[in-house]
């Protein structure tokens, strides 16, 4: 059945069956699956600053009263025209507001160069990314795995994977970013791989 995902970084999945720690996961979870995403890059970034520190159901109503007032059209253009108050009104926080106004003069300007952006490097997209106000290495982390779809991200300050990777390989603490550093040099270059691996262990020990 067509769920809306599909298979990504195949390789990486070949690679870690044969993993002693990661192999039970991948035989029991299977290969990567990335949802499609119809976003483009402008608006795939606005929705992360929108979701930053809300819980799932709040950011995801805030986010459709803002797509609302914006009429579907989702762009830099748009976003320029729209009176603060009416931001305000959707549930955006002045900081977020702030945040998604410099992402849309950035983008009008031609200085992120979005368009072009899956062109970059990582390093490149980061460091042009995380000029914008609101975007720090792990939005702009999130948006190469999970947009551009970059084989080899890997989110040392998030959580999930911290968690996640004690778990597999049966740390009595998670690893900080600094140990995860080094923990991920052996799985390059599928680090985005391993790191979705991370979040899949800790979603079905909470099934378990």
Not at 58 to 85: K, Q, S
Not at 143 to 160: A, E, Y
Request: proline share 6%; net charge neutral; with cysteine.
């Amino acid at each position: 059945m067509d769920d809306g995902r599909s298979v990504v970084w195949p390789e990486a999945a070949e690679r870690l069956k044969d993993d002693p720690a990661f192999g039970p996961l991948v035989a029991k979870i299977g290969p990567v699956r990335l949802a499609e995403s119809d976003e483009d890059p402008f608006r795939a970034l606005a929705t992360s600053i929108i979701y930053q520190q809300l819980a799932g159901k709040a950011a995801a109503t805030i986010h459709g009263r803002f797509v609302a007032a914006l009429e579907g059209a989702v762009t830099p253009e748009r976003v320029l025209a729209m009176p603060d108050d009416v931001l305000r009104t959707a549930g955006l926080s002045a900081n977020k507001i702030a945040a998604i106004r410099d992402l849309a003069r950035r983008a009008d300007s031609g200085e992120l160069g979005l368009e072009r952006i899956h062109e970059l490097s990582d390093e490149e997209a980061i460091d042009r990314l995380t000029r914008v106000r609101g975007i720090g290495v792990w939005t702009a982390h999130m948006f190469l795995l999970f947009q551009l779809r970059r084989p080899d991200v890997w989110p040392t300050g998030d959580l999930g994977v911290r968690n996640g990777i004690a778990r597999v390989l049966g740390l009595s603490q998670p690893p900080s970013p600094a140990e995860l550093e080094w923990i991920g040099v052996g799985y390059r270059p599928w680090r985005s791989a391993v790191a979705w691996y991370c979040w899949r262990a800790i979603d079905t020990a909470g099934r378990a």
